[in-house]
């Protein structure tokens, strides 16, 4: 299972980079929703990858058999916080957009309109 | 003795503060109704430093019998520091004339802003400083010390950079805050040293340590950086040079901060350290040595200054030198001279700023070329310019006299050596003659003379205003020819005690006989009067010769050698931040490869031990599909052209990773993964209807034909930092201990900590409270900022967003997101869906204890409903059918949170613990929910994500953020 993870969050981690070097900003944003992705999956995978029972403390059951709710209650606020910035990032690049009038990445290069 | 009524001069200050900016955010300062607004407001607002005045002079009688006093506050008992404030004669003097003078300054800003009723703003800046500089005076520790230290960098930063709008304001605004910030972090080190080397953070206990400290080993070190932020902030030779261009600043912060108060904290620091830290050899140099240097240069280069403040600044610098090099010597004529200087430099200085503002006000120019003849139009100024300005020259019978007489007698005295004593009274014979004569050029430049253009237009102050400039001018004669104070001199004694460690003796009276200092006085006095004479060709001469003093440009020649610099580092930054992007993951991958190289084996042996991958029937073929789907999506993002198209596979992906986390099972994760995924992919497609096709097509092409090599660097960069990310997780994932070590403590205290059976959710409102809080104030904030951000842009296309429109007029006419006409069955479906995803999210904040499911969850369930409302209904019409949604479901989100924290507090004394108020009050509930702060919590987050994210959607969903580009 270790190595199968490993390389989810490799391939994840390899589309996210490879769409943040694009020129268009709206793939930049798909780019940091992957990378975001990635992040999650790795963060998840450092708790013990048992398939137990969900971390729910029902009567009688066994305490060893739960899944780590650790990485668990770390990666719910990753996604939250994640989203929040995704959705930032969104409407800055919008503002950005209209300031400098491209989307295109390589015209960035000033905070006002290029020459 | 401990005496708490300590505080509250900070309490009417910061509160004074407090209301400037409230009062400042309502329109009355905007009603032009008769006496400017701002005025009346500032005449409010002087009683707080005035309350304060008061009740600190009434300290006058306890100090002067011996007494200290103290306040403090536990702050972290920890570490043994605690929030604490001491009054000895030498803070009660510097606090007195903090609170004295600022209340005169803040009366005089009034009639100074009159017309410019945005002034609050420098209203409540002074305050802040003010509460600073009170609290650094009268901090009782050091670390308190330190703190308002840097707050009064930081508010005087704020101050000279008020007119922000003028560059020179902000270049001398970066300057004073670049040499004085320096200076607060050497005096933090400093400080930090002292502090554990005397083992004590106190004030009064390091007052008495001063053995241990002086025969330190470290003493060179924490002298060094003490005396650095001393020499820094009180513009000693060679950082002085901040200071002229920190005269950018309105006149009211000058007189204040560059004059009477902020420039003399570093005196006051070393005054405040010298029982402990002086007596040495080094401090003697040191001290004496920076003084002197900065005393005759700021008397030189002030007397060839044409602007009325730069005059005053430099003159000011000179002073400063003279109260650094008394702080040098070690005997107790010199610190008589020092607090006598101290009082008399605030005096004099403040008033004459104070004219020179009036002056600037009324004609328009404080350029001595430009001025003249000013005493006929302005008779009152001239007068207090007048007495102020023999105070400045040392000319009895003012204050200012007695202080040049002391100083000179401390020049003299028979401990210092010989031949340094004739340098000293020749430097101080030389700074008092220079001194005069700049006094003189100010006065009679500014009043006297040919008329200048400036002076036909000027006319007198209003005679309040003048009140500013005319108490402290007067006050410079009254001490001078009135019978002498007792109080004031028994207080100055004080004061000078408490910087010598030893008995002085203050006596105010002027005339101490005929003896060496009164006769270097009259050569001084001669020599003063004929350098003002040949005025004009000494300042001619002066003008030619001194430009290569000028240490600005030396500051000037650093900035732009350390430009050069990183612009030389820089070179590959040419503003593409793809190329930052390349460099920064292409470094990234070169490190791990540096640092892991020949593991490779050993990893790959590791792995073949530790992986068997077992196969356990159904389950796992859902996860493998999950997986290939999760993996298949992503890539299918990066190679499908459309954005549309990308973005759903995006989506894609993460459902696929929601599914893999119900396999895990993590179903907590899972739940959220779904809503945050939906909705961020809603998100994405509102976004890309702001974009305008054509250039998202043209971006595109160039992403084609931007060249094979291009892609094929993306290629390479992109699969090399996979394959790097890949071996980093199985490092980790090999090498990490099998058992958690905290995850026993959350299983086994969930329960009987929280009552809560669901573990995730446990950490999340209970473990991590904090934590989560945080994170939701950050989660807000983003759907604030994106608010803020898209109004500012509509507001600049011209638009009207946020303004009450005529709604009823197309009142539901059902139009959808595209202007089109939605069936009537969804938009049953629409109605229907919100009340359903109330009543579902309701029940999952309910039981959410127990069961999957949060308060995120719930506000993003909500969130989605009213979502496909917009979708259905279109912008006009969901903002008709719900009002209730608005910013204020952010703050009572926010504010329940707090309640619910401070709850915890109050009843088990630690903010956010757990408390079930069902089981406090008995309510009889349904079985399995419990009224508990867990419950509140999660409604509170449910709150303001809904509020968030309804910003989210309001600003990209508004039919005007369409844009004029797709509109055109």
Sequence with gaps: ?115 | MEDLTLLLPFVFIFSAALVAVVVGSTSWLQSANGRSPLTTLAWLLALAPLASFVLLAQKIGLINEGEKLKASLTWLPSLNISFSFYLDGLSLLFALLVTGIGTLIIIYAGYYFQKEPSAWRFLSYLFLFMGSMLGLVMAGDVIVLFLFWEGTSITSFLLVAYKYKYPEARQGAFKALFITGGGGIALLFGLLIVAGVSGETSLSAILGSGDLLRESALYPLMLGLLALAALTKSAQWPFHFWLPQAMSAPTPASAYLHSATMVKAGIYLMARLNPVLGETELWFWLFSIVGLITMVLGAYLGLKQNDLKALLAYSTISQLGVLMMLIGQDTDIAFKALVVGVLAHALYKSALFLVAGTVDHESGTRDLRQLGGLRAKMPITAVLAVVAGLSMAGLPPLFGFLAKETLLATAVHPSLPNFFSWVLAAGSVTAGALMLAQAGVLVFGTFWGQPGEAATKADEAPKLMLLAPAIPALLSLAIGILPEPEFLAALLAKGAEAAFGDKVKVSLALWTGLNVPLLLSIVAISLGSTLFYFRHPVRAWQTNFAAQLDLNRAFAATLRGIDWASDQVTRLQNGRLRRYLSFIIVGMVGLVLLFTQGQFGQLLQTMQNDVQFTWTGSQDFLRLVAILVTVGAAIASVLLKRDFAAIVALGASGLSIAVLMVLEPAPDVALVQVVVDILSVVILVLALRLLPRKERQNALSLNMTGGQADRIRNIFIAASSGLVVTVITLFALTSRPRESVVTPFFIENAKPLTSAKDVVGAIIVDFRALDTMIEIAVFSMAGLGMFTLLRQATQALGDKVGEKRPSSAKKLTSFGIYGLRTSVFVQALARLSLPLAIVLAATHMMYGHDQPGDGFTAGVIISLAIGFAYVVFGYEETRARYKWLSAPLIASGMFVLLLVGTSGWLINGTFLSPVDYGAMLNLSLPTGFYLSSAFLFEVAICLSVLGSVFFMLNTLGHPEGLGQNETK
Excluded: C, W
């Design chain 1, 1 to 115: 299972m270790e190595m199968i993870m490993a390389l989810i969050v490799g391939t994840l981690y390899a589309a996210g980079v490879y769409m943040i070097r694009r020129r268009s900003l709206v793939k930049l944003i798909i780019g940091l929703g992957l990378l975001g992705h990635a992040s999650n999956m790795l963060i998840f995978s450092m708790g013990n990858l048992v398939r137990g029972n969900p971390p729910l403390l029902h009567e009688g059951i066994d305490l060893a058999s739960l899944a780590d709710p650790l990485p668990q209650a770390l990666i719910l606020t990753a996604i939250v916080i994640g989203f929040g910035a995704q959705a930032f990032a969104i409407v800055l690049i919008r503002r950005v957009y209209q300031r400098v009038g491209t989307d295109d990445m390589d015209q960035l290069i000033a905070t006002d309109k290029p020459r």
